[in-house]
């Protein structure tokens, strides 16, 4: 069946614009995170929701990032003014339970780079 | 503060031979414990995942788990070029988000052939 995809794939974007990111899990996967991955770093949770509630958005960097998940599905990351410390790797990653973790699946990722 | 300590790497070893990835972690209150392959541009795939103390076996790998000295190791055992990859080590953390996975940076692994 079809995994979680996110898209765009790439995306390039000058500093100071905004940028949106989006996330299907996988269908009737309730719990979706985001994490971010810079160059040579790890994995960095972002938020987690549960159904279109965000229990834990305690790993947005700055207000200028902000998420949303509409109908239990599509997940939006949105970033706003932009900055070149932004560029990294943006990774969703869903399950049909949360804490399930033999059962979370990631997407392939948005690459960010902010010129 | 939850800490996850790896190893860089890289780490290079010839076809055939045993690959030994470590990671410390510092909270005593890690639960579960996760290693994950990364191919170059790829996404994360779980490959192994323990919870006991002691040595969990799949296939050629061994995931190995001593809490006392908060310590996990991954033995890949008759290594193949497929097998190079980062490897990320993961931990949960009681009272934190369920699910929510701290993560280190990263082990490189090449094998040679």
């Known amino acids: 069946g079809a995994g979680v995809s996110q898209s765009p794939s790439n995306k390039v974007t000058e500093k100071g614009k905004d940028v949106e990111l989006r996330c299907d899990p996988i269908?009737?996967?309730?719990?979706l995170y985001w994490y971010r991955q810079s160059l040579g770093q790890g994995l960095e949770f972002l938020i987690y929701f549960q159904g279109n509630s965000a229990p834990d958005k305690s790993g947005l960097p700055s207000d200028r990032f902000s998420a949303e998940r509409t109908g239990g599905s599509v997940s939006t990351l949105t970033i706003q003014r932009t900055q070149q410390e932004d560029s990294a790797v943006y990774l969703c990653a869903s399950s049909s339970l949360a804490g399930d973790l033999k059962e979370q699946y990631f997407g392939p990722g948005t690459r960010l780079t902010v010129t | 503060q939850k800490e996850v300590e790896q190893n860089s790497g890289p780490l290079s070893v010839p076809e055939g031979a045993i690959a030994s990835l470590n990671c410390t972690y510092s909270d005593r209150g890690s639960q579960s414990f996760f290693w994950y392959r990364q191919y170059s541009g790829k996404s994360p795939e779980l490959i192994m995942f323990i919870y006991s103390n002691g040595d969990k076996e799949d296939g050629r790998f061994t995931a190995q788990l001593n809490k006392a000295s908060q310590y996990v190791s991954l033995l890949i055992r008759d290594s193949q070029p497929s097998d190079s990859a980062t490897y990320l080590c993961?931990?949960?953390?009681?009272?934190?988000?369920?699910?929510?996975?701290?993560f280190g940076r990263g082990t490189q692994l090449t094998v040679w052939p």
């Open positions: 993961a931990v949960t953390v009681r009272g934190s988000t369920l699910g929510r996975l701290y």
């Open positions: 269908s009737g996967h309730t719990a």
